[in-house]
């Protein structure tokens, strides 16, 4: 039932003067209601900023754009190939990152998502190649790869079953 059938409801019968007290009162209630279905969490956090919320306040549109972003769509996808799997033992580890974050950003997806703290974060733009297919040429994405360096004993389990 929405705002308006609720009043017509209950004004029938009333006097003028009670009619505009009941419309107040009804559409006061009706907006009590539309915040209590709001979700508590009207912004998308990451797992370790609700434990710990910081005391610092946040300014600026990249604050924003970093609360509003969820971890999975900062981290794409882990980076399996030769190179990357070298560079765990160094306790390195590759990412296809999006293309507009930066390190902060990287870096609370890693905490939120592995529970772990990076030590060091590298972001490298990738450029995309090019590319033929019979006689038709064409260019491939360019995409920004992340590569985050841990403490010694710390790991992340990406490679298992690979």
């Given at each position: ?144 790869k992340a590569i985050i360096t841990l403490k010694p004993g710390d790991k992340i ?6």
């Amino acid at each position: 039932m929405g705002i308006f059938d609720s009043i017509k409801k209950k004004i029938s019968g009333l006097k003028p003067t009670q009619k505009k007290e009941v419309k107040k009162t009804v559409i006061k209630a009706e907006e009590e209601r539309k915040e209590e279905k709001k979700p508590k969490h009207t912004s998308l956090k990451l797992k370790s900023e609700e434990k710990a919320p910081t005391a610092e306040p946040k300014a600026g549109k990249r604050a924003k754009a970093t609360e509003s972003k969820e971890a999975y769509r900062i981290l794409i996808k882990p980076l399996i190939t030769e190179k990357a799997t070298h560079l765990v033992t160094q306790n390195k580890y590759s990412f296809a990152v999006a293309k507009s974050v930066n390190k902060n950003e990287v870096k609370k997806a890693i905490e939120g998502l592995y529970g772990v703290e990076p030590i060091d974060i590298n972001i490298i733009n990738v450029r995309g190649k090019f590319v033929r297919y019979g006689r038709t040429f064409g260019k491939k994405k360019n995409w920004k790869k992340a590569i985050i360096t841990l403490k010694p004993g710390d790991k992340i389990d990406i490679y298992e079953g690979v």
